[in-house]
């Protein structure tokens, strides 16, 4: 069983930075995809970004080009996203989401969610 464990979010002034982590266990992630969804207060949930586990390609919203960086640890089974310039908008809860290559990640496992919040 697929498992995904967030961590990593907090209460950060607008213009700073966090690293979230997503843990995953449960099973081998080649020919796997990883990627992170948020969910702001009343809105509906968006993709953020995504990762391919064995050849490293990545995909991002526009939203978040040029100040977040999604990134994988093989050894470790770890995706994370570092997140820079954040702002207000960023508020959100993270989520973590996987599945096989060519499957909708939101058709996949997810993760608990971790809370980001960014003061102005």
């Known amino acids: 069983q697929v498992q995904l464990v967030e961590s990593g979010g907090g209460l950060v002034q607008a213009g700073g930075s966090l690293r979230l982590s997503c843990a995953a266990s449960g099973r081998t992630f080649s020919n796997w995809a990883m990627g992170w969804f948020r969910r702001a207060p009343g809105k509906e949930r968006e993709f953020v970004a995504r990762?391919?586990?064995?050849?490293?390609?990545?995909a991002y919203a526009d939203s978040v080009k040029g100040r977040f960086t999604i990134s994988r640890d093989n050894a470790k089974n770890t995706m994370y996203l570092q997140m820079n310039s954040l702002q207000p908008e960023d508020t959100a809860v993270y989520y973590c989401a996987a599945n096989w290559l060519g499957v909708s990640l939101a058709d996949g496992y997810w993760g608990q969610g971790t809370q980001v919040t960014v003061s102005s």
């Open positions: 990762i391919n586990w064995s050849g490293g390609s990545t």
